[in-house]
């Protein structure tokens, strides 16, 4: 059966955030069915590479044949984001001009069947996005206690029937299918209201846990700023508010001189700015988009762009100056200081 194409979202407004050009050097740590990386190699050629990193090996085979015409300008690794830096460092591959993080899932994970992610079609409750990952949806919904379940789907799903839900569960147990587990969400909150289905909370809460998506998420970020060179941008397009929250909480930190508790007399935390915010507010799909593609209508984007702090410009300077590159204050020359700028990308 041939599965219908994956749509890529707010890809327009990726790759100009991104700001892609020919010969720039990508990654893309949720490559997916690679529609936004197609679109990168396409406009960073020629001379453009691009890196792309999934943990679903299903992904990886999807975006080695879509990406094959690309041949060496594209590298493609069956890993979890968040060994990002070790990844680019073991490659060779660092700094970059860019790096995308699309949260979603692509269509083909939530349509095949077996992979457990949607209430659409009965299949075990897995949700793994990576098979050799030892916990599955099926261990928590039949084992986890009933306070804890609760608490679980309440803080990942924001599900105000959480507790229902996780009594009706635990009552109810074993549950092995998507369908089963459906069926019991559906009978707890009292039939279906509206137009969300009431499994939708609980199965993200689910998928979440079972991928350990947020503490993976948290830990990319911080590595991408370690490995953009100097006005890189990072894209982060998330679908959740529980994503967007760690994304906005993320770059405004980054973005900020200090981040001392309010009321604190004077600074003491030392900590230096090492991006700026592109977008102080989220983009959004547009309508036209959102009625092309309903997948969509949840997205958020961000854009931040890589600074060099004093601390870090201080540091390249006494690396040139050690190097014979350059004679001490002599960076203090406008045009050199422009070239430091200019090498933070490159040494």
């Known amino acids: ?6 749509i890529p979202v707010l890809l327009e407004e990726a790759i100009s955030a991104l700001r892609v050009q020919p010969g720039g050097r990508y990654v893309d740590c949720t490559l997916g069915a690679a529609g936004h990386a197609a679109s990168i190699l396409s406009r960073s050629q020629p001379g453009g590479q691009l ?4 943990a679903d090996p299903l992904s990886v085979q999807h975006a080695l044949r879509r990406l094959s015409p ?20 073991r490659h060779d591959y660092l700094p970059v001009h860019g790096i995308l993080f699309d949260l979603g899932l692509a269509s083909f994970q939530l349509d095949v069947a077996g992979r457990g992610f949607s209430f659409q079609q009965d299949a075990p409750l ?53 369908a089963e587990l ?38 990319a970020l911080n590595q991408a700023v ?23 909480q993320f770059m405004r930190r980054e973005a900020s001189g200090c981040i001392c508790a309010p009321g604190t007399p004077s600074c003491i935390c030392g900590h230096l700015p090492s991006i700026k915010l592109i977008t102080k507010n989220v983009i959004v799909p547009t309508r036209a988009e959102i009625r092309a593609n309903p997948r969509s209508r949840s997205a958020k984007m961000r854009v ?14 006494e690396r040139l100056c050690a190097a014979g590159t350059m004679r001490e204050n002599a960076w203090r020359q406008p045009t050199l200081l422009k070239r430091i700028r200019q090498l933070f990308l490159t040494v």
């Not at 059966?1 to 994956?6: D, I, K, L």
């Not at 890196?51 to 999934?54: E, M, R, S, T, V």
Request: proline share 3%; charged share 25%; aromatic share 6%.
């Open 70 to 89: 690309y041949g060496d300008s594209v590298l493609v690794v069956n890993d979890n984001f968040t060994n990002l830096e070790s990844i680019c460092y």
């Open 304 to 317: 931040a762009e890589r600074v060099v702090n004093e601390e870090e410009h201080t540091s390249l300077i």
């Open 1 to 6: 059966m041939v599965q219908p194409a994956h």
């Open 126 to 178: 897995d949700m793994r996005l990576n098979p050799n990952q030892e916990v599955t949806a099926a261990d928590i919904v039949n084992h986890y206690g009933e306070a804890e379940l609760a608490d679980l789907i309440w803080t990942y799903g924001e599900e105000p029937a959480s507790r229902r839900i996780a009594h009706f569960i635990t009552t109810q147990r074993p549950v092995r299918t998507t």
């Open 226 to 248: 370690k490995i953009l060179g100097f006005e890189g941008r990072l894209v982060v397009i998330s679908y959740h508010s529980l994503e967007d929250r760690i994304v906005k």
């Open 182 to 219: 459906a069926s019991i969400i559906e009978k707890a909150v009292g039939g279906r209201h509206g137009r969300i289905n009431p499994a939708t909370r609980t199965f993200q809460a689910l998928r979440i846990v079972v991928n350990e998506e947020l503490d993976n998420l948290e830990s």
């Open 51 to 54: 890196l792309g990193i999934d």
